[in-house]
């Protein structure tokens, strides 16, 4: 058995609609610990000739902007991916390595509270079809890393 590292979190499509996304990392271990290893890694949605794919980048960093930076309004944090892509997978990709993608239930728009079992439902949407205005992107896409876990997989996989 072999372990992967896999990310959930949460984007923004075209549509303002709301998505929880579940990434597996690029790489397999030999044990649990091992695999903790890609807590690090970064995920940027990011348009090739015009396609949505996700770039997996070695490392995110973070700070917070000054209250001289952000002149009148709140600061914020700023994040940043460093590097170039350690992998990048299509929507094909993606799924074939045991990624997902639901969509939060239109109810739950704009709430305050939302529990990641109940209140997103199935999508068979593609990548696609969630940033169908992929080609005119001039920058990645943020991709919210909110929780991980790491899961067994077959060694194939």
């Known amino acids: ?60 960093n973070y700070r917070m902007e000054t209250q001289e930076e952000a002149g009148e309004r709140m600061p914020a944090m700023l994040t940043w991916v460093e590097g170039t892509p350690v992998a990048m997978y299509t929507y094909n990709d993606f799924i074939a390595k045991g990624g997902s993608i639901r969509i939060l239930k239109a109810e739950k728009e704009g709430s305050l509270h939302i529990d990641a079992p109940e209140d997103f439902e199935s999508t068979d949407e593609t990548f696609k079809d969630i940033f169908p205005e992929s080609e005119k992107w001039v920058r990645p896409e943020y991709i919210d890393d909110e929780a991980y876990y790491i899961a067994e997989v077959d060694e194939y996989n």
């Open 1 to 60: 058995m072999k372990y992967r590292y896999i990310m959930n979190g949460m984007f923004w499509g075209d549509n303002k609609r709301s998505y929880e996304i579940e990434i597996p990392s690029p790489n397999t271990y030999k044990t649990k610990d091992e695999a903790m290893q890609d807590s690090s890694l970064a995920y940027r949605f990011v348009s090739i000739d015009g396609e949505p794919v996700i770039a997996i980048y070695s490392r995110e």
